[in-house]
Antibody, heavy 122, light 108 residues
């Protein structure tokens, strides 16, 4: 079964850091670009960033709201993508989803994890 | 930056009825990179439509997408009880993704 599982969420104080993990299974993780999308309580979806597959350089792109604070990386040997979040703000409070950019899609995200909740509060 | 505006905000319909959801872009976009997602409460989004009109794997044919330029539509031909959810359009361009604010389809 193709699956993504996020972990690492929790309660953190403003200004602190947190690292989320996204573990894939049931597919060749390294072949896919991986994205992070978040959803603040009661709000819509917001794209956070993505990392290309190594085949396309493994480079990253970020939304303006997190650029310079968040870093995405990947370890294909472990089938894990990471979201390192630094200098957290209260407005970063959200459910964070990782998702896969489908190889047979036109940049559609065809597999999603169940999400992990990040709460930034003092 | 392209802004996607979805309408209506909420659609109240009965099972069996037809649902028409709109997604308007602030400037003309490539319909190749326009997608639709369904999200139910406390669940992750699910890809429904990719490339503006191609159903994703396993999506029933009562879901269809259309449109080009700045105006795109998701149509659910006959609402089933499991279709009541929030729907988002999404566009990809220049190595980033943008979501619309969502349309909630609720039971009337």
């Amino acid at each position: 079964e193709v699956q993504l599982v996020e972990s690492g969420g929790g309660l953190v104080q403003p200004g602190r850091s947190l690292r989320l993990s996204c573990t894939g299974s049931g597919f060749t993780f390294g072949d896919y670009a991986m994205t992070w999308v978040r959803q603040a309580p009661g709000k819509g979806l917001e794209w956070v960033g993505f990392i290309r597959s190594k085949r396309f350089g493994g480079t990253t792109e970020y939304a303006a709201s997190v650029k310079g604070r968040f870093t995405i990386s990947r370890d294909d040997s472990k089938s894990i993508a990471y979201l390192q979040m630094n200098s957290l703000k209260t407005e970063d409070t959200a459910v964070y989803y990782c998702s896969r950019v489908g190889l047979l899609t036109l940049y559609g995200m065809d597999v999603w994890g169940q999400g992990t909740t990040v709460t930034v509060s003092s | 930056e392209i802004v996607l505006t979805q309408s209506p905000g909420t659609l109240s319909l009965s099972p069996g009825e037809r649902a028409t959801l709109s997604c308007r872009a602030s400037q003309s976009v490539s319909n190749s990179y326009l997608a639709w997602y369904q999200q139910k409460p406390d669940q992750a989004p699910r890809l429904l439509i990719d490339g503006a009109s191609s159903r994703a794997t396993g999506i029933p044919d009562r879901f269809s997408g259309s449109g080009s330029g700045t105006d795109f539509t998701l149509t659910i031909s006959r609402l089933e009880p499991e279709d009541f959810a929030v729907y988002y359009c999404q566009h990809y361009a220049s190595s980033s993704w943008t979501f619309g604010q969502g349309t909630k389809v609720e039971i009337k």
